[in-house]
């Protein structure tokens, strides 16, 4: 079951950024379809990117429990190995960063993320 999305925190970001794109387009009437765009793009991208990446985060997959535990390549059970951060990019080339727990094979030495 997915784990719950921060959806107050989002709505009060994205008014945030609607606001400043209000005040943007106030400030440039006579702005190109090209600046539009621009700006629309600067304000909800990085917007877009954080709730990838926090959509993807809210599953439980990315948990280091469950049966996806056993190394793919011999069947011996993974230990868990730290934080590591994984830095994506959006189709838009805005940074994600992921932060998940790793596990790695105390025989063959396969290192891995929980999928999602």
């Known amino acids: 079951?997915?784990?719950?999305?921060?959806?107050?925190?989002?709505?009060?970001e994205t008014a945030e950024r609607f606001a400043a794109l209000d005040a943007w387009r106030q400030a440039h009437p006579t702005a190109t379809w090209a600046e539009i765009e621009a700006a629309v793009d600067a304000q909800l991208g990085p917007l877009r990117a954080q709730l990838l990446g926090e959509t993807a985060m809210a599953s439980e997959a990315t948990d280091l429990d469950g049966s996806w535990r056993v190394c793919p390549?011999?069947?011996?059970?993974?230990?868990a190995a730290g934080t590591h951060r994984r830095r994506l990019r959006s189709e838009q080339d805005?940074?994600?960063?992921?932060?998940?727990?790793?596990?790695?094979?105390?025989t063959c030495g396969t290192g891995l993320f929980p999928p999602g």
């Open 73 to 79: 390549q011999c069947g011996q059970r993974l230990h």
């Open 94 to 106: 805005d940074p994600i960063d992921l932060a998940r727990r790793y596990a790695r094979c105390p």
């Open 1 to 12: 079951m997915p784990r719950p999305l921060p959806r107050e925190r989002w709505l009060a």
